[in-house]
Structure formats: structure tokens, C-alpha cells
């Protein structure tokens, strides 16, 4: 093989000559790269084909640890909550915060729309007066024209619940677009969206090329793109917690209930005021959020690009969680857009989404937009509990210890001296190094 880093028919390749290709090309031929990916490969190669058919040119398994927090009381419905996360102290946290509302009422939640939407851009150069009479016309024979694609889902009670025509000619020429809303059921639905919205392209074509009202001129329709849009403010659902201030009871530091409540509010309202501690604290929200989503097996990447959309609607980016004190009683919630599936997609073909999916009760998408959305308030709850009480790094530097050590090569009983060690002082590598490198005194 000569020393060239480009290569063409890379996908070809079968795993261990892709592995050799990387390791002469990138680790001078060091073969502790391939034996290292190897010990990732899973071994049954029927569950690893499974794997290497969600991607291409796969040459290994990336592991991420798969935990569970329990307790958390939704609607009445208690569940234990699979994340998959790798992030120290997440899951902790939202197991924390499941624990502390389940003897508060738990979480409630109200899914509040659960359509999709769908656009077809494309350029027209006749009359908009025009294009706009005919529009009704058009949207029965787009309707009509894909009744066999969307046979299976009106059966289970979705399909096309509304098409639009919008005129973008002012910011660019000859620039239409339909956007339609569409009901997607128990699937994220994105498959079936596009496919809808690429035929509408092929029947926009035919309709504007055999319509007489129509001149030659301008028969010519050109389609731009036809796809879904991540942006769904209308499949939305609220999460929330609530219960008399009293009953929050006492803080770390000996923190009160009416103290604490002041002191969170302001949090959460300083989320509302500035982008930049919005950002932090909408993170915190996706730190839930996301780790349920991947661990269902739906797209993290849409949940995110439409959360953080939905949170700058009003002109600047803010905090999605909102909270109020009224009659004396705390009130705090989650709005959250959120397309989900539980059929289709990974959902049940990967094999740890399917364990989710079990674990979880095989949920509706509806039922799951309510667990991940209580999942997301939970952990904006336990990071806010802290920030106002005790601070973050304590709980974090705790679980960070584990990693560091894991990290330094300490064996379990430096990790038990340790952990005792730094009950009381502040992690930190150097520290830790310190602590481990200390010269041990023999009795
Ligand atoms: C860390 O992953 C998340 C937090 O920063 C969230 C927050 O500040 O609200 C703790």
C-alpha cells in the first residue's frame, strides 16, 4: 500500500482491510489500533451486521454506558427510565429529582399537538394571483396523487392534515413553497413525510404543465427541495411539577423552602432574561431530553435543532422551562416541541432501543413525548436545586473522582481511600495525582 491518505473505494473494503488501510496510513502500521477496535466488535456477528447496517464504513462498535433512573411517577404511571448518556452525574441527578417529586405528586403532563410539517420549495415564474385561485385545485390533485402512500397511515388515523401555499417571491424571486402538517401517529414519521412531499414535487410538475389557465411560458416548475421540517412547534407537550412552598421542605446548607423558592425563581427567570445563561440552562434540560431520546433510539439531532429553535420564537433565545409562586403553591414546568417515534426508524431494530421500549412499557409516541419531556424538567430541576444550594461541583466532582481514577489506573482499594479522601476537599487531577502518588506509610 503506498503512502497515499486519499483512497477511493474505501466502502469495498471489509472491515479488516479497512483497519489495515487506517493503521498503515494514520498509526505507521501499528496493529494495537485494530486490535483495540476488535475488542469492540460484538460477538455475535448477526447482532454486529444488525449494528453496521445503521451506518457505513463501520469499522468498530462506540460503547456508551446504558443507565437507569427509577422513580419517576408520571401522570400516575410510574417508570424507570433508561439514559444513555456519558456524562457524570446526569442520571443521578434526574433519579434525585424522580425521587424528590414522587412524594409530591410526581409529574403531570399534557401533550398539546402532535403535528409535523413538511415543505415542498420550489420556484414558479407565472402570476402569484394565479398560482394562489388554482391552489385549491392544486391541493386536491397532490391529495389524490399520493392516496396509495398514505393508505397505511390514515388507516392508523394520520396522513395529510392541511396543505398551504406561501408566497416567499418578496425575498426571493419566484420562490414559493406548501408547507404541510401531517400526522404521523406512533412514528417520528420523517420517511413518510418525505416521500409524500417528493412526489408532491413530480405532481406540482404535471399539474402546472397540463393546467390551460397556465401559458407556455411559464409551464416550467422548478422544484428546489422537497423535505421535512425538524421545526414543529405544533407536536408540543408540557411537563410540570407542583406543590405547596412548605412542602419542599429543607435544603442542603439548612436552605429553607421560602429561600430556596426565591432564590430558584430568580434562576430560572435570569434564564428568561439572558442568552447566555439560557443556553447553560436549556442544556441542562437536553442533558435529560437527549439521553432518552438516543437510549429510544430516535434522533437526538432533530430534538435538539427544534428545542433550540422553539426557545429563541420570540425574537432571542430563553429558557424552556418556566416557573411560578401563586396562592403559595410552586409551580414549575417544561414546554418542549418534540417528534418522537416509538415504531419505525432504530426504534425496535436496535437491540438496547427495543430493551428501552420494553422498559418503558412499549409507550405510544404520545406516552413518550411525556416521559422524555418530565425527564428533561427533572434535570433542570436537580441543576438548579444545586446551583442555588450548594453549587454544581460538588455532585459533579464526586462522579468526576470516579473517572479521574479510572483514568490514573487506581485499583479499587486506592479508589475506596480515595473516595473517602476527597469527601470533604475539592477533586482535581492534580489533587488526585497528589493522593496517589502520596508516599504510603507502612505501620
Ligand atoms: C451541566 O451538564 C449542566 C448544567 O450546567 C445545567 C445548568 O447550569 O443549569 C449544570
Known amino acids: 500500500m503506498n503512502n497515499n491518505k ?8 471489509t472491515k479488516s482491510e479497512k483497519l489495515d488501510w487506517i493503521e498503515q496510513q494514520f498509526f505507521d502500521g501499528d496493529s494495537t489500533l485494530s486490535e483495540t477496535l476488535k475488542q469492540y466488535w460484538h460477538c455475535d456477528n448477526v447482532m454486529q ?89 392544486i391541493e386536491i390533485y397532490l391529495s389524490e396523487g399520493v392516496k396509495e402512500l398514505t393508505k397505511n397511515m390514515r388507516n392508523r388515523g394520520g396522513g395529510i392534515e392541511s396543505l398551504q401555499l406561501i408566497d416567499f417571491t418578496d425575498e426571493e424571486e419566484n420562490y414559493y413553497q406548501i408547507r404541510g402538517e401531517f400526522e404521523t401517529c406512533d412514528s417520528m414519521g420523517a420517511n413518510f413525510i418525505n416521500s409524500i412531499l417528493e412526489r ?11 393546467h390551460n389557465e397556465i401559458v407556455a411560458d411559464h409551464k416550467d416548475v422548478q422544484i428546489i427541495m422537497a423535505i421535512l421540517s ?6 408540543m407537550v408540557r411537563a410540570s411539577v407542583s406543590c405547596k412552598v412548605e412542602e419542599l421542605g429543607t435544603f442542603a446548607g439548612g436552605i429553607g423552602a421560602k429561600e430556596f423558592v426565591d432564590k430558584f425563581t430568580t434562576a430560572v427567570k435570569i434564564a428568561h432574561i439572558d442568552p447566555y445563561r439560557a443556553t447553560t440552562h436549556n442544556k441542562g434540560i437536553f442533558n435529560g431530553i437527549d439521553s432518552v431520546v438516543l437510549a429510544t433510539g430516535n434522533d437526538f439531532r432533530a430534538i435538539e435543532s427544534c428545542g433550540h429553535a422553539y426557545a429563541s420564537k420570540d425574537g432571542k433565545y430563553k ?9 403559595g403553591e410552586f409551580r414549575f414546568w417544561l414546554d418542549l416541541p418534540l417528534a418522537v417515534g416509538t415504531v419505525g426508524g432504530l426504534t425496535k431494530l436496535h437491540p438496547m432501543a427495543k430493551i428501552s421500549h420494553q422498559m418503558l412499557g412499549n409507550p405510544s409516541a404520545e406516552e413518550l413525548m411525556c416521559i422524555i419531556t418530565s425527564v428533561g424538567l427533572a434535570q433542570n ?31 479499587p482499594k486506592q479508589i475506596l481511600e480515595a473516595n473517602k479522601y476527597f469527601e470533604d476537599k475539592t477533586v482535581s487531577f492534580s489533587a488526585v495525582r497528589s493522593f496517589l502518588e502520596r508516599p504510603v506509610v507502612s505501620s
Open 6 to 13: 486519499t483512497i477511493s473505494g474505501f466502502s469495498k473494503l
Open 49 to 137: 451486521d444488525i449494528l453496521d447496517g445503521f451506518s457505513e464504513n463501520t469499522i468498530s462498535n462506540f460503547p456508551m454506558p446504558f443507565g437507569v433512573a427509577p422513580n419517576f411517577m408520571i401522570n400516575g404511571k410510574l417508570y424507570l427510565v433508561p439514559m444513555v448518556i456519558e456524562e457524570s452525574s446526569v442520571v443521578a441527578a434526574a433519579a434525585a429529582a424522580a425521587k424528590f417529586w414522587l412524594s409530591r405528586g410526581g409529574f403531570k403532563t399534557e401533550v398539546i399537538g402532535t403535528k409535523k410539517i413538511g415543505q415542498l420549495h420550489f420556484k414558479f415564474t407565472g402570476e402569484s394571483s394565479l398560482l394562489q385561485k388554482l391552489f385549491p385545485q
Open 200 to 210: 408532491f414535487g413530480e405532481l406540482l410538475k404535471t399539474f402546472v404543465l397540463n
Open 230 to 235: 425538524n421545526y414543529t412547534p405544533d407536536c
Open 319 to 327: 429558557s424552556l422551562s418556566s416557573c411560578e409562586i401563586k396562592d
Open 381 to 411: 430541576f436537580a441543576a438548579l436545586r444545586s446551583l442555588v444550594t450548594t453549587g454544581i461541583q460538588q455532585g459533579h466532582m464526586k462522579m468526576h473522582l470516579q473517572n479521574i481514577l479510572i483514568h490514573m489506573g487506581a485499583g
